[in-house]
């Protein structure tokens, strides 16, 4: 190996956190390689067993909210959506857990694991199992979409300042100062329903789209502002001027230079909306937009379990333990991405 | 009715109807104080309610609590008797020396008024009070909901100080009936013809007067000082006039809440959740003092655009979704005692009433539907249903779109605030092919509901009541069906709007009524007893508590 090759790596590496770049030992007998930026941030991530655990546990709710709801559902022989008459008792209360029903279609009595879910005596455990689908693909679609707009206008604005800056933070005021509310419910009334069959072929729950946007269009100007504003500070950095005085193009060292430093607050502010955004869809829902009734989503059983918080606490148990659990993995993988780009931010 | 209508959802939000006790089964009373303890003479009725009053003007007021304060604030011509039974059913005078007398026909109406009614401003109550109430009513910048009941009034003339000389267009036997309405009470030639009074106080001739409205927040009425019981013209009516003040607080809170604090005597009269219900019956017994129950003059139903395509001179599909809707789902919806089931318009206890047996009220007859719903009938299988989102709007909504899945018609549920739900199914055009809606009648005569919400005559751009947009069709000479009912009297205007009732609804199948309903109430452990009354709900007047 010769040391112009070694000089390329030790290139390569700058492309990503020159800081972090490690050497190996060179040794005169073998030939060493320098670790490259993706292989570093690898290595560091899969030595944080919390994070590895949490990638496991996000898989498994989704192995759980798509084949397994549709597995279940076969099953047990019921849709989450049918009601049962005596799923509900005389006072309008669901019927608590592994209570058992009749199904009219089919004549024969049937389990309801979790009990019944609402007024209608719907089964608990398939809505939940159903719920997450929307829940995941509203959570996950959104936070993705809210965090690369904000990036990419946070960073531009930063980094150009001047009149471009001037626009997009005026352009963030006035999106922040805009009645979102209002907006929502004129979009439900008009454009609405057709946004709601918007599905890709059945990949996506009714709604879902809607929704996304939504929080697309609302959502961008919190990540906006915190990365320009961290970009404000970079783009004074030596390494930045360096870079400049090389001739790399803005692009360039927004991509290469600016972006990897940015990951720890993007990935932060990404788990902390990603429950937000669960939460919101089923308040959106209720005004009309987005999830359209029947389809389940762990928002609306959240949403409508307070009513029983006396006789049926257990219908606010399992989509709150849902949505902890999942929003506790995205929490944690989060950390533990944010560790594996930064170490320096692990104090 | 518009207004009326909207609240009847906050109402049913309440779990507790104000609105009151069908005519035939009476007014209602609860428990006598003298089983209990002394009345006591003074102290404050204290109301909870989630909504503010939409008006406290009788000339705008039109939501059922607001009409419940009319009640101990106004002083009308005509009233139904704050009595138990028969007696209930009856109009009698309350401003009025007797029964007015009717002349040219049955077109004039000639009243003579009572000396000696004062408005709490001190001013004496004459006839010129009374028909300041008809001209603010008829008045076209005031926009009273009263304008849509005088459509047939000719002139209104003062005879002196205390005659009043009503005539009409037509003859109409429900127009004694329409003016017992809060709307027509006497109020200070000094009101504005064209503008509001909601600024306390608020001067009116009843026994109480509305001292203070802080909109959204709470009103506060006391004892109109004009008021003697014990002398003419006062003591005659027998009111009991027990508290000194009345309070309406509890806007915007939660009805978990306001039923906890009517348990801990912090209020007198409160909401609860509907899924509460059963619980409180169960707690305090019902009818036994605290939880009570009584027959009301109100139907819920989901009504089908007879002007929608799909709908439209397709009575087999709109029979079709009579046969599948599972009633006593939908009816359980509504919460524990909430009413009876029923596939009539018009409501149990009301004058007219008489079972059919038209439809299922166990649960849906898919076989008898489906066969009903070919695939012509269908019309492509899709339809859109407007819904509110509290309370029994979604879960009734998904219950009928369950059902009708099952025949082939697949629903898609739009859900809106109970205001922007009402106004939109109100306007015509619109594209919509269920609605959700319930009627609480304003006087008790079957003509307030078949004549207003089925005549198609009446059918207007916008704020129509009639929701289902039926103007007859599939029905046999309907309109002349409904003039004849509308003009008979006594029994045999009974018969007619029965058979009305049933030939609509086996037919022509516009609407689907599914609960006729009950008022609820929880009270306070220091109310004694009470009154409810058909039009004004809980009687103010006569509450006592120990």
Not at chain 1, 225 to 242: G, H, M, P, Q, T
Not at chain 2, 407 to 432: H, P, S
Request: glycine fraction near 10%; proline fraction near 5%; hydrophobic fraction near 45%.
């Amino acid at each position: 190996m010769s040391t112009t090759a070694r000089e390329d790596e030790v290139l390569g590496a700058t492309t990503g956190l020159g800081s972090d770049v490690v050497l190996e030992p060179v040794s005169d007998e073998v030939g060493v390689r320098a670790r490259g930026y993706w292989e570093q941030v690898w290595r560091r991530f899969k030595r944080d067993r919390v994070a590895i655990g949490s990638i496991f546990f996000l898989v498994f709710v989704v192995l759980v909210c798509y084949p397994g709801a549709w597995l279940a559902e076969r099953q047990i022989g019921h849709s989450p959506s049918d009601p049962f008459t005596d799923g509900i008792d005389d006072g309008l209360i669901p019927v608590g857990p592994w209570s058992k029903v009749y199904n009219p279609f089919t004549d024969e009595d049937q389990i309801l694991v979790l009990g019944a879910s609402d007024t209608l005596g719907r089964d608990e455990f398939l809505r939940l199992l159903y719920g997450g689908r929307v829940s995941l693909q509203v959570a996950v679609l959104a936070t993705i979409g809210v965090m690369i707009i904000g990036t990419i206008l946070g960073a531009v604005a930063g980094y150009y300042r001047g009149w471009i800056d001037t626009i997009i933070s005026r352009l963030t005021e006035i999106t922040m100062a805009f009645p979102a509310l209002l907006f929502v419910i004129a979009l439900a009334s008009t454009v609405g329903s057709r946004l709601n069959d918007v599905t890709f072929g059945g990949v996506l729950a009714p709604g879902v789209v809607t929704l996304v946007l939504v929080f697309w269009a609302f959502g961008w100007f919190y990540p906006a502002r915190i990365i320009r504003a961290k970009v404000l500070s970079l783009r004074e950095k030596e390494f930045v001027e360096a870079a400049l005085m090389t001739g790399a193009s803005d692009w360039r060292i927004i991509r290469s230079h600016l972006l990897p430093h940015l990951a720890a607050p993007i990935i932060v502010y990404s788990t902390l909306v990603v429950a937000g955004y669960v939460l919101a869809e089923a308040a959106l829902s209720f005004l009309g937009v987005g999830i359209p009734l029947p389809t389940p989503s762990w928002g609306n059983l959240l949403s409508s379990a307070p009513e029983f918080y006396t006789s049926q606490p257990w219908l606010m148990l399992w989509p709150g333990v849902a949505v902890v659990l999942t929003t506790l993995a995205f929490n944690l993988l989060g950390d533990g991405l944010r560790d594996a780009f930064d170490p320096r931010s692990r104090l | 009715m518009k207004g009326r209508f909207s609240f009847s959802v906050v109402m049913a939000l309440l779990g507790v109807s104000l609105l009151v006790a069908a005519t035939a089964a009476g007014g209602t009373t609860g428990p006598s104080a003298s089983d209990k303890q002394a009345v006591k003479k003074g102290g404050t009725y204290r109301i909870l309610g989630t909504s503010d009053f939409d008006h406290l003007d009788p000339a705008l007021s039109y939501f059922t609590h607001s009409w419940n304060w009319q009640g101990a604030t106004q002083l009308r011509m005509y009233y139904y008797p704050y009595v138990k039974g028969a007696a209930s059913q009856r109009i009698a005078p309350m401003a009025a020396t007797g029964l007015p007398r009717v002349s040219n026909g049955g077109k004039t109406y000639t009243i003579t008024i009572k000396r000696g009614f004062k408005f709490s401003n001190g001013q004496n109550v004459t006839a010129a009070n009374f028909k300041r109430a008809f001209d603010r009513a008829v008045n076209a910048k005031l926009q009273s909901p009263a304008s849509s009941f005088l459509d047939d009034l000719a002139s209104v003339r003062t005879q002196g100080a205390l005659g009043l000389q009503i005539t009409l267009k037509r003859v109409a036997p429900d127009f004694l009936a329409r003016i017992t309405m809060p709307f027509f009470s006497a109020v200070p030639t000094s009101f504005p013809l064209d503008a509001e009074v909601d600024k306390g106080p608020i001067a009116s001739a009843g026994p109480y007067y509305v001292q203070e409205w802080n909109k959204k927040t709470s009103a506060l009425a006391v004892r109109n000082p004009n008021w003697k019981n014990n002398v003419e013209p006062f003591k005659s009516l027998g009111f009991a006039n027990n508290v000194d003040r009345i309070t309406y607080s509890g806007i915007g809170g939660d009805l978990a809440t306001h039923r906890l604090q009517c348990e801990r005597n912090e209020a007198d009269l409160c909401g609860f959740p509907t899924t509460q219900a059963k619980e409180l019956a169960d707690k305090y017994g019902v009818n036994k003092g605290r939880f009570q129950v009584d027959q009301d003059l109100l139907v819920w139903r989901v009504d089908l655009n007879n002007e929608q395509p799909l709908f439209k001179n397709n009575a087999p599909l709109r029979k079709a979704v009579l046969h599948a809707l599972d009633r006593r789902f939908m009816t359980a919806q509504h919460g524990f005692l909430a009413g009876k089931r029923t596939d009539q318009f018009i409501p149990y206890g009301m004058g007219g009433f008489k079972e059919h047996d038209i439809y299922s009220l166990k649960g849906p007859n898919y076989a008898k539907a489906k066969s009903l719903a070919t695939p012509g009938a269908l019309r492509g299988g899709k339809a859109v249903f407007y819904a509110f989102n509290r309370a029994q709007g979604p879960p009734v909504a998904q219950s009928v779109q369950f059902n009708l899945k099952q025949i082939g018609l697949d629903v898609e549920i739009k859900l809106f605030d109970r205001v922007v739900q009402n106004t939109k199914a109100a306007t015509r055009g619109e594209a919509f092919d269920i609605t959700h809606e319930g009627w609480h009648a304003d006087y008790p005569d079957p003509a307030n509901f078949i004549n207003v919400l089925l005549d198609g005559r009446r059918l207007q751009a916008e704020n129509n009541v009639n929701t289902s947009y039926f103007s007859g069709a599939g029905v046999q000479n309907w309109t002349q069906k409904l003039d004849a009912a509308y003009s008979a009297s006594g029994a045999e205007r009974l018969n007619l709007y029965a058979a009305l009732d049933r030939d609509v609804m086996a037919n022509a199948a516009p609407t689907a009524p599914y609960i006729s309903g009950t008022s609820r109430r929880l009270f306070g452990p220091e109310v004694g007893c009470y009154v409810a009354n058909g039009q004004v709900g809980t009687v103010i007047v006569n509450i006592c508590k120990t």
